[in-house]
């Protein structure tokens, strides 16, 4: 993870990515929905005005939206940490104003299952040869 080393500075690395998603249209919050895998996260960028909920316009810098997949992951380890329940996603929404309000998702995906992100092909290999199963490499 990046800089981020605080709930606080988490809180302000996602600001900074959502108040660049409305740019120059009205608005009367933005939002970023993030899921949150054990090493993925994805995101979904909107914005409110009037009622209306905008998903176009572009995402905001690369930059900021590491920054800002960086805070939701180290926002799950300091809640799991603190309070011993894992998040698998948070929607943080902006409003004009500066103020915030953040929602935890504490549901794990029906469909989600550890293997669907990462395979360690060396223990893999390793359990097929503790297995029997001859393995060769090039």
């Known amino acids: 993870m990046s800089d981020i080393t605080t709930a606080e500075v988490a809180y302000q690395a996602l600001a900074r990515a959502v108040h660049r998603f409305p ?25 409110t005005c009037n009622g209306v909920v905008d998903r176009t316009g572009s995402s905001p810098p690369r930059g900021l939206v590491s920054e800002s997949m960086d805070a939701a992951l180290f926002l799950r380890e300091d809640l799991l940490k603190s309070t011993g329940q894992r998040i698998w996603g948070l929607t943080f929404t902006l409003y004009p104003d500066g103020k915030f309000n953040i929602e935890y998702d504490y549901n794990k995906p029906l469909d989600y299952e550890e293997t669907d992100e990462t395979v360690d092909l060396s223990h893999a290999l390793e ?6 199963v001859r393995v060769s490499k090039k």
Do not use: K
């Open 127 to 132: 359990d097929l040869q503790n297995q029997g």
């Open 23 to 47: 740019a120059h249209r009205a608005w009367d919050s933005a939002f970023a929905r993030f899921a949150i895998f054990n090493q993925m996260v994805s995101v979904q960028w909107g914005a």
